[in-house]
C-alpha cells in the first residue's frame, strides 16, 4: 500500500532559526509506529509537518488520504460541548437534523448513517459508554477528555492517526484501554509516547536523534535491545579509533626521533671526514629518500587513523548523558516516616474522598499509590505532606520530607536554578549552591539557567538537587508522577538514581515499568 506520509530529503527550524532535523526521509504507511527521541529533537515538530500544520525548511512532505490528529494538551473552550472538542460537532448535528426531518438534500448527501453506532461502540472501547456528545466538554476531567478525543478520531476513521503523548494524563486503568485501542486499530499510526508499555504495542519505533532517524522494527522491547547493543558497539568502535590514532601519533613520533638521530651521525660523520666524499653524499641522498618515504608514510597512517576516528565518531550521538547520585538521608531501618491511622479526608459539604486509611512507611521502605483519576492520590500526598489536616483520624509525618510533583511546583519559573536553591536552603552560601547543583550535573553557567527554560528532566533534576543537599536531607521522598513529562532517556537515569537512594519512597506513579525499576515493595490502591 502507499504510504499515507513521506518526508523527503525534510529540514525543520525553529522560529529563531535553531535546525531540529536535517535531510530526514521517513515514510508512514497502515503500520503502528512508535516515535521516541529525548526531549528538544523534534518529536512534536514532526507530528506537525505530518498533520500539514507546519512547513519544513527544506525537503518535501507529501500527504495522502486523511489524516486525524491528537495533541498533547486539550484545552475545550468554556462553552464547548464534547461532540466540539472531538471533531464530531457538524456530522452528528447532520444526522440530528435528518432524525427530526429538518434535514436539506446536503444533509443526505453528507450523512454518515453509521457514525453513531461507530461512536458509541469505540467510546465503550475507552471506557466512557453512555458520554453524550452534547455533554460540556468542561465537566469531563484531562484523562476523560483524552480518551473521548482518541475515540472521536477513531470514529472518524482517518488512514493515519498521529498521537502526541496520548496517555500522560491517564490513570493505569486509562492506559490500558487506549494500549488496547491502539493494539486493535488496522490504519497508520504516529504515537509519541515514552509509555514503555503502549510502546510495545507498537510495528516499529522510530528514533530521532542528532544522528537523524534510525528505524527499528518491533516493539520497544525489541528497540531497547537493540539499541543497547548499537551504542555499545558505537562507543567500542570510538575508542578503538581513538586507540589508533595515539597509536599512529607515538610510532610517528618515534620514527621522526630515529630519523633526527640518523641524520645527526651522518652530520659528524661527514665533519669528521672519516669517509670519502663521495660515498657520504650517496648515504645522504639515500637517507633523505628513506626519510621521503617515511614521512608519505606516516602521512598516510595518519590520514587513515583520523578518517576512521571521524567514521566512528559519526555513529555516537553526542549528548551529555544524564546520570547523578542521590545523596544518603541517613534513614535507620527501624524508623517509622510515615503513619496514617484510620485517616479520612472529606471537603465541605461532600462525601468523603478517603476513609478509614491505615499504612506505615517504615525504614527505606517504597510504596506505590494507585487509583483511578479523582480517587484522592493527591489527597493523600498533601495529608502526608501536611498540607491537608485529616477530618478522620491521625496523620503523622515523622521525618523530613520532600514533595516532587510532575510539574516541579517547587520550583518558580522566573528565577535561576542557584536562585531556587538559595531560597529552599537559606543556610548555603553560593559556593554551597554551586557545588550541590553540580552534583546534578548543573556544573557553572548551567546553575544560572532560568527554570522556565528547562526541559522536563532538567526540571526534576534540578528539584531534587534543591531538596536533597540541604542541610537536613529528606528521609522520605514523596513523588507525584515523575515521569510524565520525561523523555526515555531522563526515565532510565531517575530509576537509576532513585534505586540507589537509602530513604524511603512514597509514589504515585501509573507507569508500571517505573514502578518495577525502583524496587516498589507494596502498593496502596485507592477507590473502589
Not at 447532520?94 to 461512536?119: C, N, Q, S
Not at 491537608?388 to 519559573?413: F, H, I, K, S
Not at 526540571?459 to 515523575?482: H, M, N, Q, S, Y
Request: net charge neutral; with cysteine.
Amino acid at each position: 500500500m502507499p504510504a499515507f506520509a513521506t518526508l523527503d530529503s525534510v529540514s525543520f527550524k525553529t522560529p529563531d532559526g535553531r535546525t531540529l532535523f536535517e535531510n530526514l526521509t521517513l515514510a508512514f504507511g497502515a503500520e503502528r509506529t512508535g516515535l521516541v527521541g529525548r526531549n528538544g529533537v523534534g518529536k512534536t515538530s514532526l507530528i506537525r509537518l505530518l498533520a500539514g500544520e507546519a512547513a519544513p525548511a527544506e525537503g518535501a512532505v507529501t500527504l495522502r488520504g486523511r489524516i486525524g490528529l491528537l495533541r498533547q494538551i486539550i484545552e475545550p473552550p468554556p462553552d464547548a460541548s464534547v461532540a466540539e472538542v472531538i471533531g464530531l460537532a457538524e456530522p452528528l448535528a447532520r444526522l440530528a437534523r435528518i432524525a427530526e426531518g429538518r434535514g436539506t438534500d446536503e444533509d443526505f448527501a453528507h450523512a454518515d448513517w453509521e457514525l453513531e453506532p461507530r461512536l458509541e461502540a469505540v467510546l465503550g472501547e475507552v471506557g466512557l459508554s453512555g458520554l453524550a456528545p452534547q455533554r460540556p466538554a468542561i465537566s469531563l476531567s484531562g484523562g476523560e477528555l483524552t480518551r473521548a478525543a482518541l475515540a472521536g478520531l477513531i470514529a472518524q476513521a482517518p488512514d493515519l492517526l498521529l498521537l502526541d503523548e496520548p496517555t500522560n494524563n491517564l490513570d493505569a486503568e486509562g492506559r490500558v484501554l487506549v494500549a488496547e485501542v491502539l493494539g486493535g486499530w488496522r490504519g497508520g499510526a504516529v504515537v509519541v509516547s515514552h509509555d514503555r508499555e503502549l510502546l510495545r504495542r507498537m510495528d516499529r519505533i522510530v528514533e530521532l536523534s542528532s544522528l537523524g532517524a534510525r528505524i527499528y522494527g518491533g516493539g520497544y522491547d525489541l528497540f531497547a535491545e537493540r539499541k543497547a547493543a548499537e551504542d555499545a558497539a558505537a562507543a567500542h568502535a570510538l575508542a578503538d579509533a581513538q586507540r589508533t590514532v595515539s597509536r599512529v601519533a607515538r610510532e610517528t613520533q618515534a620514527a621522526a626521533e630515529r630519523k633526527a638521530r640518523r641524520d645527526a651521525a651522518g652530520r659528524h660523520s661527514r665533519l669528521k671526514g672519516d669517509a670519502p666524499k663521495m660515498l657520504m653524499d650517496a648515504k645522504a641522498e639515500r637517507a633523505e629518500a628513506s626519510g621521503a618515504r617515511e614521512g608519505r608514510l606516516a602521512d598516510r597512517l595518519k590520514a587513515g587513523a583520523a578518517s576512521d576516528l571521524a567514521e566512528a565518531e559519526a555513529r555516537v550521538e553526542r549528548r551529555r548523558r544524564l546520570a547523578f547520585d542521590l545523596p544518603p538521608s541517613g534513614l535507620a531501618a527501624g524508623k517509622t516516616v510515615l503513619a496514617f491511622e484510620a485517616a479520612g479526608f472529606a471537603y465541605p459539604g461532600r462525601a468523603p474522598l478517603l476513609w478509614s486509611l491505615s499504612f506505615r512507611i517504615t525504614g527505606p521502605e517504597r510504596l506505590a499509590v494507585s487509583g483511578h483519576n479523582g480517587t484522592g492520590k493527591t489527597t493523600l500526598i498533601r495529608l502526608a505532606m501536611g498540607e491537608l489536616a485529616p477530618t478522620a483520624g491521625r496523620v503523622r509525618l515523622a521525618a523530613p520530607a520532600a514533595l516532587l510533583d510532575q510539574q516541579t511546583a517547587l520550583l518558580r519559573p522566573d528565577e535561576t536554578l542557584l536562585e531556587a536553591h538559595r531560597r529552599l536552603n537559606p543556610e548555603a552560601t553560593t559556593n554551597d549552591a554551586h557545588a550541590a547543583l553540580a552534583r546534578f550535573l548543573f556544573r557553572n553557567r548551567d546553575a544560572e539557567k532560568r527554570v522556565a527554560e528547562l526541559s522536563g528532566g532538567e526540571r526534576l533534576r534540578g528539584a531534587l538537587a534543591c531538596v536533597l543537599t540541604g542541610a537536613v536531607p529528606p528521609k522520605l521522598l514523596i513523588l507525584d508522577e515523575p515521569t510524565n513529562h520525561l523523555d526515555l532517556d531522563s526515565i532510565g537515569a531517575v530509576e537509576a538514581a532513585l534505586r540507589g537512594y537509602d530513604g524511603a519512597l512514597l509514589v504515585v506513579s501509573h507507569d508500571r515499568d517505573f514502578q518495577a525499576a525502583i524496587g516498589i515493595e507494596r502498593e496502596i490502591s485507592l477507590g473502589p
